[in-house]
Nanobody, 114 residues
């Protein structure tokens, strides 16, 4: 079964940076557009960034200009560079192939607070 393993979260102050990683255990990674999602407590997951197989990226308005999504197809790994973090970026972050019905991974928690 395909596994998605997110890492890199942490507790930071506003304005600081974090880099998230997601490793996918299957070649599906190379065939798929990939997305980073955030879930706030009590809310549904929302897509914050995606990157296509052609490495074309797109971002939600809330993170545009601050976050950068990238992928390493040789390592089946997805990244999210998060700069100038804000308290509203707090949440659990997950990766997922776009349009997939795979089980979600455990996510990685990002907390931004002074």
């Amino acid at each position: 079964q395909v596994q998605l393993v997110e890492s890199g979260g942490g507790f930071v102050q506003p304005g600081e940076s974090l880099t998230l990683s997601c490793t996918v255990s299957d070649r599906i990674f190379r065939l798929a557009s990939m997305g980073w999602y955030r879930r706030d407590p009590g809310k549904q997951r929302e897509l914050v960034a995606l990157i296509t197989r052609a490495h074309v990226s797109n971002y939600s308005d809330a993170v545009k200009g601050r976050f950068t999504i990238s992928r390493d197809d040789d390592k089946n790994t997805l990244y999210l560079q998060m700069n100038s973090l804000k308290p509203e970026d707090t949440g659990s972050y997950y990766c997922m192939p776009i349009g997939s019905s795979l089980p979600w991974g455990q996510g990685t928690q990002v907390t931004v607070s002074s």
